[in-house]
């Protein structure tokens, strides 16, 4: 049993008891600390009662709660700051030798005895994503739904493995897991960390879509870090939605191409099983997606991505009813190409009436 509450930095110490990472980070802590001052803390951190009364522990997080801890000692955070933090018993907290992945939130978020089913929603996701077999006599209601992508003003259409079959679990840190341990596409070979994605998980209002990892994304293992995330948040702010409440943001492919290349249609098939069971999980209100490759792998539609932008679409999940789409700039683009900043202002006015 867990629960999720706002608390003051100051009441927060580092556990010596249960922390996960056994690894050092591949991030200096100055880096770190920049980014959380820049974005926010995007991920709960997970804690226990301490032994004093009024104190918790950290047992998931520890490099941020030090990260934070140095804004405050500078000065850059005030010195009564407050963060969400997720609590768990002691039971939760303590993890079977050799297993970091049963504290939520922490590297891996796996309980006790949920190894066997990420193992098996990745066989069936890699088994759903090789093509078909059949020849001849297959009715098309049974064959595998198609994702269209515009690659160079082509049409290219791939096809998508079957949620209910790849990944159809009700438990966040069972897909969550799925999605680190992933080796259903190449692009595995030489990442640092997959980015599932960070924000809020209860209460969503908006999920933000974007297209993929980028180098910091992959080194920190949070989405939209850098300049980028920062002018999203700001445009976000400005837009009157708070970029740090109700807001899950992740990418349409979880790993980082190499060189930062687009990621190409084969790619984003193997991945959008994941995608579609993070909206069915979270249910967001409204799904602002960022950019050409984004908006075509939520509406499916292939149609050209200005066409797409200036309108309410509508994505469908498998169970519940519609949810609004808004399509937009994504970030990055926007800092190469200031004068889209205006109609990327209209896109976000426009999903600010939806609710």
Known sequence: ??????????????????????????????ELADSIEAQGLLQNLVVTKGKKRGTYEVIAGGRRLQAMQTLIESGRWAKETTVWVTQ???????????????????PVSVESGQKEQVAAALQ???????????????????????????????????????????VGTSDWGVLE???????????HVGRHSAVPGAGAVEAVDWM?????????DDRLGQPFQ???????????????????????????????????RPPSPAEIAA????????????????????????????????????????????????????????VTYHPASLLSRPSHKAASWRDLNLARTLF
């Open 271 to 326: 991945c959008l099983p994941y995608l579609h069971s993070q909206i069915s999980l979270l249910k967001p209100r409204g799904i602002l997606a960022l950019g050409r490759l984004a908006a075509q792998t939520l509406l499916a539609d292939g149609k050209p991505f200005e066409s797409q932008r200036g309108q309410v679409h509508a994505y469908t999940p498998q169970q519940g009813g519609a949810i609004p789409v808004v």
């Open 208 to 216: 933000v879509v974007g297209e993929a990892p980028g180098d910091r």
């Open 88 to 106: 768990v018993d002691n039971e939760q907290a303590r993890r079977p030798k050799g297993n970091e992945a049963n504290i939520p939130g922490g």
């Open 1 to 30: 049993m867990s629960t999720h509450f706002e608390i003051d930095v100051a009441k927060l110490t580092l556990s010596t008891r249960y922390q996960a990472r056994k690894t050092p980070g591949q991030v200096s802590l100055s």
């Open 124 to 166: 069936a996701l890699r088994q759903a994503s090789r093509p078909s077999q059949e020849t001849g006599g297959a009715s098309r209601r049974n064959s595998p739904p198609l994702l269209q992508i515009d690659v160079d003003k082509t049409l290219v259409e791939v096809p998508v493995a079957r949620v209910d079959a790849a």
């Open 226 to 260: 850098g300049k980028a995330g920062e002018l999203l948040h700001a445009m976000l702010q400005a837009a009157g939605i708070d970029p740090h409440k109700a807001v899950f943001y992740t990418n349409a492919v979880k790993c980082r191409p190499r060189s930062n």
């Open 177 to 187: 897991a799925s999605i680190l341990a992933c080796e259903v596409c190449d692009l």
